[in-house]
């Protein structure tokens, strides 16, 4: 897991506690694409790669969450300064108007993948995919990373080649071999 930072702050909540793939819950007119828009020139101006941002909404608990990294790898203090910088910024645009945690992290080991640029960055490495809508019955994949284009992941699930639509991706994230980890060796 990587390292993060939570700070207090506000945000929209759905009934159901799931994040839209285009829109905040709870804010109407505010898009995930609009928060990517108003974030990644800022954590990029700080020196940082915008990895990306899920919002979690939930009626008690809601969390913005950004992910960052760094060439040097990322710390506490590197979550602190993109955290409080972060936080400045929604506070003066407000664009999430009710309550939510803000929290700054690194991608960890099991990297979320959230473009198709992550997706072919990680050509062969092994992902679990979980989508908005099934595909043939089913919504959740895993397997190594087959291919990418700008709109569509390949991957190996079950000794077969399936495509799926990033536009109905719910959540993706790279599964870690920590046994080779665990013993010194290198993966993929």
């Known amino acids: ?3 993060s930072v939570k700070v207090p702050a506000k945000a929209g909540a759905d009934r159901r506690g ?3 793939p285009f829109f905040v819950p709870g804010d109407s007119d505010l898009s995930v694409r609009d ?3 108003l974030l990644q020139p800022l954590v990029e101006d700080l020196g940082y790669e915008f ?3 899920e919002y ?8 913005l969450r950004i992910y960052i990294d760094h060439e040097a790898g990322v710390g506490i203090e590197d979550c602190e300064i993109v955290s409080r910088e972060t936080a400045a910024l ?3 645009k407000d664009p999430i108007r009710s309550h939510y945690n803000l929290e700054v992290s690194s991608p960890g080991l099991d990297r979320p993948l959230f473009t198709a640029a992550h997706y072919a960055e990680f050509i062969g490495h092994p ?3 979980a989508l908005y809508a099934p595909l043939n019955g089913r919504r959740k994949f895993s397997g190594p990373i087959l291919g990418a284009d700008e709109h569509s992941v390949r991957i190996e699930q079950d000794g077969s080649e399936v495509t799926l639509e990033i536009e109905n991706v719910n959540k993706a994230k790279l599964v870690p071999d920590y046994e080779n980890i665990l013993a010194g060796r290198k993966t993929n």
């Open 56 to 63: 979690n909404s939930n009626p008690k608990h809601s969390v």
């Open 18 to 20: 799931r994040v839209r």
């Open 127 to 129: 992902v679990q995919i």
């Open 1 to 3: 897991m990587g390292v």
């Open 51 to 53: 990895v990306g941002l």
């Open 90 to 92: 929604l506070d003066v």
């Open 35 to 37: 928060l990517n828009e």
